[in-house]
């Protein structure tokens, strides 16, 4: 890599290229940033929080701005750019509220005349990040982890560099010195992950290994949110109507790049055909077109590269007994757009039975009875989220402890709430994010004891 270079996935032209750093430049800026961190751990929990208020105050100010540029640079439409800034404004406000009672002192009773634990920051946290939420991801990590103390190093995604550069302008307005920009090349990671005392990833199954693997190596503490294949089980007394509007906004929503997005329909087969014909129409309705048009429904894929990518697990599941119920061709026109696509009879030797789907294409998974359906939601690597449709909640529930994955929903499609912990098991990564658990993720948890 020599570059980062962002282009409009709505055209394909290059818009904006900012050059990496020369190698020692990443030794200087991991200097000042511990140098930072010394005086940023000295403050009070609350202090803190008042100051990260500061770049909420930013992020608000200025959210049309940068909804445009994360629109120019990763394609999403317009009301999911200004959707992301929202829900970063409220992460920062969630944890400025929840941070100073959490990370109080513990005194915890023993036979010491005082004993306890504390919460304190590592250090440094290196965070390598993805292009697909470039102001979410990067503040879903780093909010949590300035909260607590640490400083926090940003190596961003390279196709994303005019929302990363004016993501860092909006936290130097905010007074914070904290946190930074390493645009450094892949090849630097590994000293980045050295120098730094505990790693954050987000992004694919096969980077996240190499991530690990580069960690273990120094042993860092690492936190991993890797891809997922989310299964839509849809029982027999499930509200159709309701199951196929939920999926289709789930599985096509930021064309589908989300790896939390519902990805595999199981439908047992009192259903099976009314569930495909209402997720085809509701699919149907998308109107693919330019992110920034309000009329547009379906936004572009990012790059080039990964519409081949889809493309290519399209014929192959064509090509290993799937039917195509919906779309499935590459269209001519400019931009990298990719229609919304059904993949029906999807079977293990199809690729995207196994594999993440990373686009608005679905597959369709006929299961015999509702006990197969649970297994073929778990006859996967992947285990970030699941959703189960069903009018009997009760039953619903106790199907979700069978499920082997990080969160379930029921009558709802698969999502992030603040209070509730992110990640998942298996193939999607190990750590948590959001609520107090993806606060505690960073911190040395210090037991004392005095005689």
């Not at 050295?194 to 790693?199: E, F, K, N, S, Y």
Request: contains cysteine.
């Amino acid at each position: 890599m020599t570059a980062f270079t962002s282009c409009n996935p709505a055209n394909g032209e290059i818009v904006f290229t900012r050059a990496i750093w020369p190698e020692h430049q990443l030794a200087r800026c991991v200097q000042t940033l511990k140098s930072a961190q010394q005086t940023w751990q000295q403050l009070t929990v609350a202090e803190r929080a008042q100051q990260m208020l500061q770049l909420a105050t930013q992020l608000h100010t200025h959210r049309e701005e940068l909804a445009g540029l994360v629109s120019l640079e990763v394609g999403k439409r317009t009301a999911e750019c200004l959707a992301e800034i929202d829900k970063s404004v409220q992460l920062i406000r969630y944890y400025a509220q929840l941070a100073p009672e959490l990370l109080q002192a513990l005194n915890i009773p023993t036979q010491a005349s005082r004993s306890g634990v504390a919460f304190e920051a590592l250090g440094l946290v290196l965070a390598v990040m993805p292009w697909n939420y470039p102001i979410w991801q990067v503040l879903r990590f780093a909010v949590p982890a300035l909260m607590a103390g640490n400083a926090c190093l940003v190596k961003p995604a390279p196709s994303v560099p005019q929302c990363t550069q004016r993501l860092l302008e909006l936290v130097r307005a905010a007074g914070l010195q904290v946190l930074d920009i390493a645009w450094i090349a892949h090849e630097q990671v590994e000293d980045a992950i050295r120098l730094a005392d505990a790693v954050a990833f987000t992004g694919s199954t096969q980077t996240g290994r190499v991530i690990a693997a580069l960690a273990g190596k120094h042993l860092k503490k690492t936190v991993l949110e890797l891809g997922g294949s989310n299964p839509f089980i849809v029982l027999a007394d499930a509200d159709i109507t309701a199951a196929a509007h939920d999926a289709a906004n789930s599985r096509f929503r930021d064309a589908g790049q989300s790896c939390n997005a519902a990805k595999r329909m199981i439908v047992v087969p009192e259903v099976a055909e009314a569930f495909i014909a209402a997720f085809c129409a509701e699919a149907s309705k998308l109107k693919a077109g330019d992110p920034r048009h309000p009329d547009t429904t379906l936004s572009p894929l990012t790059r080039a590269d990964l519409r081949e990518v889809l493309h290519s697990q399209v014929l192959d599941a064509l090509a290993h007994g799937a039917t195509l119920a919906l779309g499935g061709q590459v269209p001519t026109t400019a931009g990298f757009f990719y229609p919304a696509t059904v993949l029906d009879h999807v079977n293990p030797r199809c690729r995207v039975y196994h594999e993440e789907v990373f686009g608005p294409v679905a597959s369709i998974l006929r299961a015999c009875d509702e006990d197969d359906a649970l297994r073929l939601a778990n006859d996967t690597p992947f285990g970030l989220g699941a959703s189960i449709y069903s009018a009997d909640s009760e039953h619903a529930w106790q199907l979700a402890q069978r499920l082997e994955t990080g969160s379930v929903f029921i009558n709802r499609h698969t999502s992030s709430d603040l209070r509730l912990p992110f990640g998942g098991v298996k193939s999607s990564g190990y750590g948590r994010e959001l609520s107090e658990f993806g606060l505690y993720e960073f911190v040395n948890v210090k037991t004392y004891w005095q005689k």
